[in-house]
């Protein structure tokens, strides 16, 4: 698509969907791929009252809750497969293969078709803004709790455009918060945005004041998070039609946090994202979308083909928009080996002779593209990642930090001593502008979440303290919820042992003792692994320098002695 046609595309849709905030798409840069060509801090003192201790007290609840939902579908596969075997049915042999010889064959690569920008839009317009026409309000109906709601039913409950709606389990909201909400809600759909968005943050207060359910008393954690979350999605939409996506973000993070199963609130973070401009993370975000909606039980193929095709465009234009690298995905079947590794780097640099001053091959996980998976089909296709760097060090600096054992970050020569306010500036710029967006990118296309070195969770908070050290108080409360939210997360993503469940309780909790501004001796945990990893790295360079010393020591010893020999022989 030519400059021209771009520009025409953006007046186009400008006057289509005029609530919207649409940023220039670059369309000057794409993705390839090898094989077959694919198919096409401040935080609201409502928030603290309301959700602050109880969030922590769910979040071993929700871990359990995830383990269930994942087990759930694993045995859901397994009665398909069953099936499959006993009526005689096999895949199909030609994508078998496919995936087995795809290495093996000759390397191709295959440029990724481009999203038309109005593909983008109508996805949002579809089931971002889906619940402000036609849709009776959500609350109007109540029952008696039984105890029995639908695990991942969703917090924000509304009108799904392909299926007839069905309140039968929402519980008995209290009045006033209804009326409050109703009123909101009218503001909402006469586009009295700013209007709207001053009442429910109204509802939130009401809310944090005990007025979420008719029976507080009775009402489970998981209820009152879930009225929460409908309200901060509310808000965050109401902001995103205000063309405000940064006053948004937040509130997009914490109906994450609030309701991590529902695939809309992912779906609406990556909206908020993709306003500002943040694409891979907004890929990520959408990523989880389809995820979310697969776990849960959502069959329609036509939601889930929407949120590929968000998710798709959200990667290319992040390659599109990334100025120091360039990227190329293998697709493979078993463990790659070293001489297809080095035949991989071979066709990149052939395809990419731009950016091959530092080759790197992500190892370390997972990766997963839009045109090509299948969640029920377990593994999915994978992909082997291949990034080249027009600068050197760029690749280097992040070769290093995926190779060590624990998430760190800091370069100074006195790892213990205390960072003075130029050190952490600089440290800060690092991680800002060397680090995180390049771990966010890696992350956008892969499904599992961890806390290891690379996972971009422990980055992001370790980056916060450094805010914080800056006073930059509205920068560091965007990251540790977002952070949050992905803590939130990672539990459906994938299974996580008891001591790694303690550890997500214990960051949750300090995440959110810093946001409430709660000061006391106690070491966050982040930091804390910073300093571990500091240690750690101390005495791999102590060992180092000692092999190294060693080295030249017995090198010069050689020297002396050869030297010596020489000599008698001369005389």
């Known amino acids: 698509m030519d400059s021209g046609s771009s520009r025409s595309l953006e007046n186009t849709v400008d006057r289509v969907y005029p609530d919207q905030l649409v940023p220039k798409i670059n369309t000057s840069k794409k993705m390839s791929t090898l094989a077959n060509p694919p198919s096409s801090l401040e935080m609201p003192q409502e928030i603290k009252k309301s959700c602050g201790d109880k969030q922590v007290e769910i979040t071993a609840e929700r871990i359990k809750m995830a383990k269930s939902i994942k087990e759930k579908q694993s045995n859901d596969l397994e009665k398909v497969a069953f099936k499959r075997k006993a009526e005689g049915e096999e895949k199909p042999a030609g994508k078998k293969q496919a995936k087995v010889i795809e290495l093996d064959s000759p390397l191709i690569t295959m440029p990724l078709p481009q999203i038309p920008l109005k593909n983008i839009m109508d996805v949002e317009v579809k089931l971002v803004y889906v619940d402000e026409e036609d849709v009776s309000y959500e609350f109007v109906e109540s029952y008696m709790s039984t105890g029995n709601r639908p695990t991942c039913q969703a917090a924000e409950i509304v009108v799904d455009p392909f ?67 409908f309200i901060e999605t509310k808000l965050a939409t109401c902001y995103l039609r205000m063309r405000k996506p940064d006053l948004a973000l937040n509130h997009a993070h914490r109906s994450i946090v609030l309701n991590p199963a529902y695939f809309r609130n992912h779906l609406r973070q990556a909206t908020v994202f993709r306003c500002l401009e943040r694409y891979s993370e907004a890929a990520r975000s959408a990523m989880i979308a389809d995820y979310m909606f697969w776990l849960c039980g959502g069959s329609e193929q036509s939601i889930s083909k929407l949120i590929k095709l968000y998710w798709q465009a959200m990667i290319e234009e992040a390659i599109t928009r990334a100025e120091s690298f360039s990227v190329m995905y293998t697709p493979f079947a078993t463990k790659i080996r070293a001489d297809k590794t080095e035949k991989v780097k071979e066709v990149f640099i052939k395809t990419h002779p731009a950016y091959v001053k530092y080759i790197y091959t992500d190892l370390q996980g997972l990766h997963v593209l839009p045109q090509t998976v299948d969640w029920s089909s377990f593994p999915p296709q994978q992909y082997l990642l291949t990034l080249g760097f027009k600068n050197k060090e760029d690749g280097k600096f992040l070769e290093k930090v995926s190779n060590r054992k624990l998430p760190t970050f800091t370069e100074h020569k006195t790892p213990f001593g205390l960072l003075t306010r130029e050190d952490t500036v600089r440290h800060m710029e690092t991680m800002g502008k060397r680090v995180l967006p390049i771990l966010d990118f890696i992350r956008s296309t892969q499904s599992n979440g961890s806390f290891r070195a690379c996972s971009g969770v422990m980055e992001k908070l370790q980056y916060a303290s450094l805010l914080s050290q800056l006073q930059r108080v509205k920068e560091q409360s965007q990251v540790i919820n977002q952070a949050m939210a992905e803590l939130a997360t990672i539990p459906y993503l994938q299974d996580i042992s008891q001591q790694e469940a303690e550890l997500l309780q214990s960051l949750m909790a300090d995440a959110m003792d810093t946001l409430e501004g709660r000061r006391n001796d106690k070491e966050r945990v982040w930091n804390t692994i910073q300093k571990v990893g500091q240690i750690e ?35």
């Open 163 to 229: 299926r007839v709606p069905n309140f039968s389990f929402l519980p008995q909201i209290d009045k006033w918060l209804q009326v409050a909400l109703k009123d909101a809600s009218s503001c909402y759909r006469q586009k009295k945005y700013a209007v709207a968005a001053g009442q429910f943050r109204t509802a939130l207060e009401l809310c944090s004041k005990g007025a979420a359910l008719g029976k507080p008393f009775e009402a489970s954690a998981e209820d009152v998070a879930s009225v929460a979350s």
């Open 537 to 571: 790295d101390f005495l791999y360079q102590l060992e180092d320098s000692f092999l190294k010393t060693k080295k030249q020591r017995a090198a010069r010893r050689q020297k002396r002695k050869m030297k010596r020999l020489q000599t008698v022989q001369q005389s």
